[in-house]
C-alpha cells in the first residue's frame, strides 16, 4: 500500500495546488509512482477524463506532473456553483445532485465513505498520493462532518503539512493562529509547516520562522520564494486569470462572466507573444481596439446572458460586429449568441427561455444529459487536426450550423455566420493544440511562436526544482505515512 501526506493550507489561495504539483513532479522525479488526491475540491473549472468523468482542473495539471492521465478518483467530490447559493454536486465524476450550501453540509457524511473508496483505489495503485486540502482546517465551523481537511486526514490516516501564504501578511499568525483553534487531536495530526510565495531574500524571516517553531512545536520544512513562472501553468480559480505579459500587435479580450467556466481556455493564447490577451473586468466596455471577442464558457448560460447585458456588453458586441470585428462563443458563450436560450425543465435555474445576442441563428434548448467527452476534431476551414473536450448541457441546432467551426469524427460541430466574423462551438482546450492555435492565428492575421504542451512540462520540471532548492523535500516525502 502506498504512502500517503496531505498539504493543507492556512487559507484559500495560499498556493496549495501549485506546492502539491510541484511536489508529485519531484517524486516522480526520484522515480516513484506518485498520484495526487482532492478530497473536495469547488471550482468552474473543470477537466474531462479519461474515464468519462470531470474533476478540478488543478488535480488535472497534478496528474500531469505525474505523468499519469486524469482519473475521476484523484478528486471524487467537485462543487460547481451554480448561484451564489447553490452548487452542482460531481461524485467520482457524475452529477449527483444539485444543493444549497445548508443542504449540502448534510450531504457531506455521506460522501464519505464515496472519498475513501476513490483514496483507496490511488494507494492500492500507487507507491505515494499527495492529498490537498480545500480552504482552511481553520474554520472550525465547518468541522464537523468535515471530508476536505482534518476530517479526511483523521478518517485515512495522514500526515498534514500546514502551508501558510506570507506574501498576503500575517503568516505567523496564520500558522500559529490555526492551531490554537483547531481540536487537539487535529493538532497532532500536523507533521509541520511550509511559509509559501516568500519575495526577497528569505534569511530575513529567520526569526518569524523560528517564532513560529517555538510557537506550535510543529517542524519547519521551509521557506518557499515566490515562483515566477506560476503563470504558464494552466489557472485554477477565476481570481488566477490574467492578461497576457506581452503586447502583441493582436488584440483578444475575453469577457470576465460571473460564472465564467473551463476559463483556462484562454491560457495559451496569454502566452503567445503577437497576442494581447484583456480579461475584461465586469463594468468595462468592450476595447473599440479589439479584433476578436471571446465570450467563454459558463455554468450558468442564462444567468450570465442577463449579467452580460447588465454590464452593457450586448451592445458593444453588436457595434464591434458592426465595425468588422470578430466574435468567438465557446460553449455556453456559443448558446448566447444565438437566437434563444431556453431551459422548459429549469436544468440550470428557474423554467423559462431568454433571447440570445442574435449573432449566430441558433437555437439552444438545455437538456438533463450531459455531455462529457475527449474528442478528436478537425478545423472546419483549414482541415487542421486537434484535440479538446466537451462538458456540456443542452442542444444547439439552426441554419448557422451548416457552416460548422469543426468537424467531430466527419459530423459537424459548431456553427458560423454568413460572413464568417462570428463562430461558435462546444470544444474546450482546441487552444492547447499548437497547429490548430497557429491556424486559428493565422487566418486573423499573425503567428504563433510558442509551444504551449512543452512550455507547461518545462515549467513543471522548473516547479519541481524551486521546491527541491528551498524547501527539505526529501522531509516531506518521508514525512508520508503508509496507509490503508
Given at each position: 500500500?502506498?504512502?500517503?501526506?496531505?498539504i493543507?493550507?492556512?487559507?484559500?489561495?495560499?498556493?496549495?495546488?501549485?506546492?502539491?504539483?510541484g511536489?508529485?513532479?519531484a517524486?516522480?522525479?526520484r522515480?516513484?509512482?506518485?498520484?495526487?488526491?482532492k478530497?473536495?475540491?469547488m471550482?468552474?473549472?473543470?477537466?474531462?477524463t479519461?474515464?468519462?468523468g470531470?474533476i478540478?482542473?488543478?488535480?488535472?495539471?497534478?496528474?500531469l506532473?505525474?505523468?499519469?492521465?486524469?482519473?475521476?478518483?484523484?478528486?471524487?467530490?467537485?462543487?460547481?456553483?451554480?448561484?451564489?447559493m447553490?452548487?452542482?454536486?460531481?461524485?467520482?465524476?457524475r452529477?449527483h445532485?444539485?444543493?444549497?450550501?445548508?443542504?449540502y453540509f448534510?450531504?457531506?457524511?455521506?460522501?464519505?465513505?464515496?472519498?475513501l473508496?476513490?483514496?483507496?483505489?490511488?494507494s492500492?495503485?500507487?507507491?505515494?498520493?499527495?492529498?490537498?486540502?480545500?480552504?482552511?482546517?481553520?474554520?472550525i465551523?465547518?468541522?464537523?462532518?468535515?471530508?476536505?481537511?482534518?476530517?479526511?486526514a483523521?478518517?485515512?490516516?495522514?500526515?498534514?503539512?500546514?502551508?501558510g501564504?506570507?506574501d498576503r501578511?500575517?503568516?505567523?499568525?496564520?500558522?500559529?493562529?490555526?492551531?490554537?483553534?483547531i481540536?487537539?487531536?487535529?493538532?497532532?495530526?500536523?507533521?509541520?509547516?511550509?511559509?509559501?510565495?516568500?519575495?526577497?531574500?528569505p534569511?530575513?524571516?529567520?526569526?518569524?520562522?523560528?517564532?513560529?517553531?517555538?510557537?506550535?512545536?510543529?517542524?519547519?520544512?521551509?521557506?518557499?520564494?515566490w515562483?515566477?513562472?506560476?503563470?504558464?501553468?494552466?489557472?485554477?480559480?477565476?481570481?488566477d486569470?490574467?492578461a497576457?505579459?506581452?503586447?502583441?500587435?493582436?488584440?483578444?479580450?475575453?469577457?470576465?462572466?460571473?460564472?465564467?467556466?473551463n476559463?483556462?481556455?484562454?491560457?495559451?493564447?496569454?502566452?503567445?507573444?503577437?497576442?494581447?490577451?484583456?480579461?475584461l473586468?465586469?463594468?468595462?466596455?468592450?476595447?473599440g481596439?479589439?479584433?476578436?471577442?471571446?465570450v467563454?464558457?459558463?455554468?450558468?448560460t442564462?444567468?450570465?446572458?442577463?449579467?452580460?447585458?447588465?454590464?452593457?456588453?450586448?451592445?458593444?458586441?453588436?457595434a464591434?460586429?458592426?465595425?468588422?470585428g470578430?466574435?468567438?462563443?465557446?460553449?455556453?458563450?456559443y448558446?448566447?449568441?444565438g437566437?434563444?436560450?431556453?431551459?422548459?425543465?429549469?436544468?440550470?435555474?428557474?423554467?423559462?427561455a431568454?433571447?440570445?445576442?442574435?449573432l449566430?441563428?441558433?437555437?439552444?434548448?438545455?437538456t438533463?444529459?450531459?455531455?462529457?467527452?475527449e474528442?478528436?476534431?478537425?478545423?472546419?476551414v483549414?482541415?487542421?487536426p486537434?484535440?479538446?473536450?466537451e462538458?456540456?448541457?443542452?442542444?444547439?441546432?439552426?441554419p448557422?450550423?451548416?457552416?460548422?467551426?469543426a468537424?467531430?469524427?466527419?459530423?459537424?460541430?459548431?456553427?458560423?455566420?454568413?460572413?464568417?466574423?462570428?463562430?461558435?462551438?462546444?470544444?474546450?482546450?482546441?487552444?492547447?493544440?499548437?497547429?490548430?492555435?497557429?491556424?486559428?492565428?493565422?487566418?486573423l492575421?499573425?503567428?504563433?511562436?510558442?509551444?504551449?504542451?512543452?512550455?507547461?512540462?518545462?515549467?513543471?520540471?522548473?516547479l519541481?526544482?524551486?521546491?527541491?532548492?528551498?524547501?527539505d523535500?526529501?522531509?516531506?516525502l518521508?514525512a508520508?505515512?503508509?496507509?490503508?
Amino acid at each position: 500500500m502506498a504512502r500517503a501526506v496531505m498539504i493543507q493550507g492556512t487559507g484559500s489561495n495560499v498556493g496549495k495546488s501549485l506546492l502539491v504539483a510541484g511536489l508529485c513532479r519531484a517524486a516522480r522525479r526520484r522515480g516513484l509512482s506518485v498520484a495526487p488526491f482532492k478530497p473536495q475540491n469547488m471550482s468552474n473549472n473543470a477537466a474531462v477524463t479519461a474515464d468519462g468523468g470531470e474533476i478540478g482542473r488543478a488535480q488535472a495539471l497534478q496528474a500531469l506532473a505525474c505523468g499519469l492521465s486524469p482519473h475521476t478518483d484523484m478528486n471524487p467530490v467537485l462543487l460547481k456553483p451554480e448561484t451564489d447559493m447553490g452548487a452542482q454536486i460531481i461524485v467520482q465524476g457524475r452529477r449527483h445532485a444539485t444543493a444549497r450550501a445548508r443542504d449540502y453540509f448534510k450531504l457531506k457524511p455521506q460522501l464519505l465513505e464515496k472519498v475513501l473508496e476513490s483514496f483507496r483505489r490511488l494507494s492500492a495503485a500507487h507507491d505515494l498520493v499527495i492529498v490537498e486540502g480545500a480552504g482552511s482546517p481553520a474554520e472550525i465551523n465547518l468541522r464537523k462532518g468535515d471530508i476536505a481537511n482534518m476530517g479526511f486526514a483523521r478518517a485515512a490516516g495522514t500526515p498534514v503539512i500546514l502551508a501558510g501564504d506570507i506574501d498576503r501578511g500575517g503568516v505567523i499568525a496564520q500558522i500559529v493562529g490555526t492551531k490554537a483553534v483547531i481540536a487537539p487531536d487535529d493538532a497532532a495530526l500536523v507533521a509541520g509547516f511550509i511559509v509559501n510565495k516568500f519575495r526577497g531574500d528569505p534569511r530575513l524571516f529567520d526569526d518569524g520562522y523560528a517564532a513560529i517553531t517555538a510557537m506550535t512545536g510543529w517542524r519547519g520544512f521551509g521557506v518557499c520564494p515566490w515562483f515566477a513562472e506560476a503563470g504558464r501553468l494552466p489557472a485554477e480559480d477565476a481570481l488566477d486569470l490574467a492578461a497576457s505579459r506581452h503586447a502583441g500587435a493582436l488584440h483578444i479580450v475575453c469577457l470576465c462572466l460571473s460564472r465564467i467556466a473551463n476559463f483556462d481556455d484562454l491560457d495559451p493564447l496569454a502566452q503567445e507573444p503577437a497576442v494581447r490577451l484583456t480579461m475584461l473586468a465586469p463594468g468595462r466596455a468592450i476595447p473599440g481596439d479589439a479584433d476578436l471577442v471571446i465570450v467563454p464558457g459558463t455554468k450558468s448560460t442564462r444567468g450570465d446572458l442577463a449579467f452580460l447585458r447588465a454590464q452593457g456588453w450586448d451592445v458593444d458586441l453588436l457595434a464591434h460586429h458592426r465595425r468588422g470585428g470578430r466574435v468567438m462563443g465557446i460553449c455556453g458563450g456559443y448558446q448566447m449568441l444565438g437566437r434563444v436560450v431556453a431551459d422548459p425543465d429549469g436544468i440550470e435555474g428557474p423554467a423559462g427561455a431568454d433571447p440570445g445576442l442574435g449573432l449566430l441563428d441558433v437555437t439552444t434548448v438545455m437538456t438533463p444529459d450531459k455531455r462529457l467527452a475527449e474528442v478528436d476534431a478537425a478545423d472546419a476551414v483549414s482541415g487542421t487536426p486537434f484535440r479538446g473536450y466537451e462538458i456540456h448541457i443542452g442542444r444547439t441546432e439552426g441554419p448557422d450550423r451548416a457552416r460548422p467551426f469543426a468537424r467531430v469524427a466527419g459530423a459537424p460541430e459548431g456553427a458560423a455566420s454568413a460572413d464568417g466574423r462570428v463562430i461558435g462551438s462546444y470544444l474546450h482546450g482546441m487552444f492547447r493544440d499548437d497547429a490548430f492555435r497557429a491556424s486559428i492565428l493565422a487566418r486573423l492575421g499573425t503567428t504563433s511562436a510558442f509551444s504551449y504542451d512543452a512550455t507547461v512540462e518545462a515549467t513543471l520540471d522548473a516547479l519541481a526544482r524551486h521546491l527541491e532548492a528551498h524547501l527539505d523535500v526529501p522531509g516531506l516525502l518521508s514525512a508520508a505515512r503508509q496507509v490503508g
